[in-house]
């Protein structure tokens, strides 16, 4: 059971708008930035939002994330065949004296 | 461009140890903190362990704590994760993860490719 929680799965059609939920506790994400990594089938995580709703360069603006409290969640827009991939939100634990991962929600576009 | 390659992957037996080293390029090595973090065949990726810039500041999680241990060589621009009483359940992709600062509190910008590490008897 991961530290956080997120659906284990979602889909969408093409050019739809899809949110996947994160949910911590004040240890983590209440006291702390949260960050989601994408990772696309047999590559290595790549940084997709990082302090909650920035987005590196080189990232789409159809990514969007926010957080509220205790949870946080991140939203992709205009939803494409490439964005099927896995989603992972991180934070610091100050509980763990480490970093939490969620356990991953597989995102498939129909 | 920043590159992380990781190597000293492998089969072995429970109980036994292994040495994993990171080699980094294209970045201000000792500016950074490192970590290694790994993914299980099939699951989701779980923080193993991370160090500060100069190696002031480091944290396990309580899978590994005890039996891994994380360095660096600033010299060499390596990370290292030595793994001792290895367990079946160590099985896993280990990749190398960059940090965005010096410190092990803020997040991985970067990661390797990742090496694997088999436990099986």
């Known amino acids: 059971q991961s530290v956080l929680i997120q659906p284990p799965s979602v889909s969408g059609t093409p050019g739809q708008r899809v949110t996947i939920s994160c949910s911590g506790s004040n240890s983590n994400i209440g006291s702390y930035h949260l960050y989601w990594y994408q990772q696309l089938p047999g590559t290595a995580p790549k940084l997709l939002i990082y302090?909650?709703?920035q987005r590196p360069s080189g990232v789409p603006d159809r990514f969007s994330g926010s957080k509220s409290g205790t949870s946080a969640s991140l939203a992709i827009s205009g939803l494409r065949s490439e964005d099927e991939a896995d989603y992972y939100c991180a934070a610091w634990d100050d509980s763990l004296s480490g970093w939490v991962f969620g356990g991953g929600t597989k995102l498939t576009v129909l | 461009e920043v590159q992380l390659v990781e190597s000293g992957g492998g089969l072995v037996q429970p109980g036994r140890s292994l040495r994993l080293s990171c080699a980094a390029s294209g970045f201000t090595f000792d500016d950074y903190a490192m970590h290694w973090v790994r993914q299980a065949p099939g699951k989701g990726l779980e923080w193993v362990s991370g160090i500060s810039w100069q190696s002031a500041s480091i944290g396990y999680a309580d899978s590994v704590k005890g039996r891994f241990t994380i360095s660096r060589d600033n010299a060499k621009n390596s990370l290292y994760l030595q793994m001792n009483d290895l367990r079946v359940e160590d099985t896993a992709l280990y990749h190398c993860a960059k940090a965005r600062t010096a410190t092990i509190r803020d997040l991985f910008d970067y990661w390797g490719q990742g090496t694997l590490v088999t436990v099986s008897s």
């Open positions: 302090r909650n709703d």
